[in-house]
């Protein structure tokens, strides 16, 4: 993909994301009913990489690494992530001279030494610029597991289309400023969601690659006690709430999540579906097998331009940390019409129950 715009750091997507656990068993049958496979081994370390397509997750079960000691504080959870780049030296040095805040990691006899600097929650973000198969990292540090595809079709998810960080309030301009300055990033959407008690404020930044996508959500209701909130007391401070994997068939694909048993959000009520005809007239989308499966549709179809999303949502699944599944037909957004279509469909839905504006329409007596 053409960079979208300059591109001093040479970034190329994401490479992995790292998970840890407090406890051995939670984060592998998760990702195996998700559509991993277990691929390659690390040589020296109890690490290993599942994946699917050309999405990457290394679970760590490293005692008393960085890993280890993030799952202690946090959780199950994401401990680290890694960007791709063209010339990681270069890269390195330059986000240490923007003023990022070198990590080191101890690495064993023969292994790569790989550069990484603090990211959201202390978490490491390494730097990576070997990716291409048969020089990989992990041609170099795993041993592929014998007879194993090494780019397993799994369920169809093929890369990850994006991920969010929860922020603590006020924190959104330094995590902001910390993408856009070091990384070039630019904020390609702003929203503020307001429900009737709490909110959250939600800025999108896409990296120059077009490929790294980081929503930061931060509370904005007044009450406080909101969805941001509670992950971050949950979570015990700042990091990754959920992580969106795209595939090209999010039917299949959700039909053979539901089959392995990932417990997907509940469908919205059927008035949700009934004013998709409204919200994006001629979709084209197939709306009864949508609501079977409780799959949300996002987009824009002024003047016959269609640009849809299709996306449905996992359950907290580690921690408070979940997974999206997503299909992008054109649409670079997010589903944030979902939000306002969720909210409306509900208050419809109360109005025809009768607890809502019952008074109102009533004739005057
Ligand atoms: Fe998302």
């Not at 610029?129 to 041609?139: A, N, Q, T, V």
Request: hydrophobic residues 40%; contains cysteine.
């Amino acid at each position: 993909m053409a960079d979208l715009f300059e591109n001093p750091m040479g970034l190329c997507g994401f490479e992995f994301v790292e998970f840890a656990a407090p406890t051995a068993g939670v984060v592998e049958p998760l990702f195996e009913r998700m559509g991993f496979t277990l691929v390659a081994r690390h040589r020296s370390k109890d690490v290993v990489l599942y994946r699917q397509g050309d999405i990457n997750f290394i679970v760590n079960r490293e005692k008393h690494s960085p890993a280890w000691y993030f799952a202690a504080e946090h959780g199950p959870s994401a401990c680290a992530m890694a960007f791709r780049v063209r010339d990681s030296h270069k890269a390195y040095q330059r986000a240490l001279e923007l003023g990022a805040q070198p990590i080191e990691i101890a690495t064993g006899v023969m292994e790569l030494r790989l550069p990484a600097i603090k990211g959201i929650g202390g978490a490491p973000l390494y730097l990576i610029d070997r990716f291409e198969d048969g020089r990989s990292i992990y041609d170099i540090d795993f041993e592929w597991l014998p007879g194993v595809p090494r780019h397993p079709v799994g369920h169809g998810f093929k890369v990850i289309d994006h991920l969010t960080h929860n922020v603590y309030k006020g924190r959104m301009a330094f995590w902001g400023s910390f993408y856009e300055r070091i990384f070039n990033f630019r904020e390609i959407r702003y929203f503020d969601i307001q429900g009737e008690y709490t909110g959250l404020t939600s800025r999108a930044l896409t990296a120059p690659d077009g490929l790294i996508r980081i929503p930061l959500n931060e509370e904005s209701g007044k009450a406080g006690g909101g969805q941001i909130e509670e992950y971050l007391m949950q979570f015990n401070g700042e990091g990754i709430q959920h992580i969106a994997l795209l595939t090209d068939d999010l039917l299949a694909s959700v039909d053979a999540l539901q089959m392995a048993g990932i417990p997907l959000l509940t469908a919205p009520n059927d008035i949700y579906y009934e004013m998709l005809a409204e919200r994006l007239p001629g979709h084209g989308e197939p709306v009864e097998a949508l609501k079977a499966r409780g799959i949300l549709l996002d987009g824009s179809t002024t003047g016959g331009d269609k640009r849809l999303l299709l996306q449905i949502f996992s359950q907290p699944a580690l921690g408070p940390v979940f997974f999206e599944f997503i299909q992008r037909k054109n649409d670079q957004g997010f589903g944030e019409g979902n939000f306002k279509a969720l909210f409306e469909s509900l208050e419809r839905d109360q109005l025809r129950r009768g607890s809502l504006g019952a008074t109102s329409s009533k004739e005057p007596a």
